[in-house]
């Protein structure tokens, strides 16, 4: 099945940019989802279908995807951006269609 | 509001089944896809299987064989049956729904997550 592939973790200073990549082979030609999850809390989608913001979501939350890596871009990080960052995408087609990256712990420092 | 409830025993013995169900509220049930999915302690989220009143039920290849997902259209719940647990089981299981946004599938509500524990 389809791999999507993340750093472990990500450290920013308040105010800076956080980038958190997802790679996979061709990824570009999917779309993808990106997931905040604070402990203890389920999983609130920031970012679907590549770049779209959901409703309630702060502008300095955007997304962008290219060739082999799509990307979750955090401007202006507060210390409540603190949490875990997932990836996923649809792999239509697939017996498997619902794959998920293994997660990115960002750290506000 | 759309709003996801999961309910069931938090301890489960190895070898029984875990039993969960789902309540949701705000919408009907009828017409939109269903899942579950789960988080061992630490690791990443696993996609367990997604279910439609009229459509095909769809699992993950590697749970298929001990999986049932079903929905109670009366009730608006919808449930998750796992036979023959391990303590591999042992994770936070949510209930979502799945929805297709016009370019692709994501999920967009979540229930809060039960932790269900498989030991002796």
């Known amino acids: 099945s389809y791999v999507l592939t993340q750093p472990p973790s990500v450290s920013v200073a308040p105010g800076k940019t956080a980038r958190i990549t997802c790679g996979g082979n061709k990824i570009g030609s999917y779309s993808v989802h990106w997931y905040q999850q604070k402990p203890g809390q389920a999983p609130v989608v920031v970012i679907c279908s590549d770049s779209d913001r959901p409703s309630g979501i702060p502008e300095r939350f955007s997304g962008s995807n290219s060739g082999n890596t799509a990307t979750l871009t955090i401007s202006r990080v507060e210390a409540g951006d603190e949490a875990d960052y997932y990836c996923?995408?649809?792999?239509?087609?697939?017996?498997?269609?619902?794959?998920f990256g293994g997660g990115t712990k960002l750290t506000v420092v | 509001q759309v709003q996801l409830r999961e309910s069931g025993p938090g301890l489960v013995k190895p070898s029984e089944t875990l039993s969960l169900t789902c309540t949701v509220s705000g919408v009907s049930i009828s017409g939109h896809y269903w899942t579950w999915l789960r988080q061992p302690p630490g690791e990443r989220l696993e996609w367990i299987g997604y279910?439609?009143?009229?459509?095909?039920?769809i699992y993950n290849p590697s749970l298929k064989s001990r999986v049932t997902v079903s929905l109670d259209t009366s009730k608006n719940q919808f449930s998750l049956s796992l036979t023959s647990v391990t303590a591999a089981d042992t994770a936070v299981y949510y209930c979502?729904?799945?929805?297709?946004?016009?370019?692709?599938?994501?999920?967009?509500?979540w229930g809060q997550g039960i932790l269900v524990t498989v030991s002796s």
């Open positions: 979502a729904s799945l929805i297709f946004d016009g370019k692709s599938h994501h999920f967009d509500f």
């Open positions: 279910a439609h009143d009229t459509r095909d039920t």
């Open positions: 996923q995408v649809w792999d239509r087609g697939s017996d498997h269609p619902v794959v």
